[in-house]
């Protein structure tokens, strides 16, 4: 059979290993990294998808080859999402848990520290919800996803950075 012949099932096999290489990685070297992009964390991300291609094509620069490598990469993480929905704790085990970073207007050092936060990255992300000081926050979370959410105002206020699933996105949302 051609496809075989081809070479595209080698493609399909490195491009599922560099994937979960991936997953891994950024697993290891810490979430904020996915939603915190400074200008270094961009070239990196660019630098490591150049890197890779050739690890998942190989030689083949076909647009069959293009197309099989994407194809797999799709079909790949939307088992791995299935993954993660049906198994969670193996969810927990690749994307982590939620650490609660402030409650109710004190920092929680071990857990900043644990995340590899600076105190500029905290303070960055209270303003960009529109709190002043660390005292008027509430709660802030650093999410699964990297973002940090945060709650002041006694809980009434809260801000995201984003919300998922196409609910919509809104900055000091009013809580009944």
Same mark, same amino acid.
């Given at each position: 059979?051609k496809?075989?012949?081809?070479?595209?099932?080698?493609?399909?096999?490195?491009?599922v290993?560099?994937?979960?290489?991936?997953?891994?990685?950024?697993?290891?070297?810490?979430k904020?990294?996915l939603?915190?992009?400074?200008?270094?964390?961009?070239v990196?991300?660019?630098l490591?998808s150049n890197?890779?291609q050739?690890?998942m094509?190989?030689?083949?620069?076909t647009l069959?080859?293009?197309?099989?490598?994407?194809a797999?990469?799709?079909?790949?993480n939307?088992?791995f999402?299935?993954?993660l929905y049906h198994?969670?704790?193996?969810?927990?085990?690749?994307?982590?848990?939620?650490?609660?970073?402030?409650?109710?207007?004190?920092?929680i050092r071990?857990? @900043?520290?644990?995340a590899?936060?600076?105190?500029?990255?905290?303070?960055?992300a209270?303003?960009e919800?529109?709190?002043?000081?660390?005292e008027e926050v509430?709660?802030?979370?650093?999410e699964?996803?990297?973002?940090?959410? @945060?709650?002041?105002?006694?809980?009434k206020?809260?801000s995201?950075k984003?919300?998922k699933?196409?609910?919509?996105?809104a900055k000091?949302?009013n809580q009944?």
């Amino acid at each position: 059979m051609k496809f075989f012949e081809n070479g595209y099932v080698q493609i399909i096999i490195s491009t599922v290993t560099v994937y979960l290489f991936i997953i891994v990685a950024i697993r290891l070297f810490g979430k904020k990294e996915l939603s915190q992009l400074s200008v270094v964390d961009l070239v990196f991300i660019l630098l490591i998808s150049n890197s890779v291609q050739n690890a998942m094509v190989g030689s083949n620069s076909t647009l069959t080859g293009g197309l099989v490598a994407a194809a797999a990469l799709f079909i790949t993480n939307y088992v791995f999402k299935l993954f993660l929905y049906h198994f969670p704790k193996f969810g927990r085990l690749i994307q982590g848990e939620t650490m609660l970073l402030i409650y109710k207007g004190k920092l929680i050092r071990k857990n @900043v520290v644990k995340a590899k936060l600076t105190m500029n990255e905290i303070m960055e992300a209270i303003r960009e919800h529109g709190v002043s000081k660390i005292e008027e926050v509430d709660l802030a979370v650093l999410e699964v996803d990297g973002n940090i959410s @945060v709650l002041s105002n006694e809980f009434k206020d809260m801000s995201a950075k984003k919300v998922k699933q196409g609910k919509n996105t809104a900055k000091n949302q009013n809580q009944p």
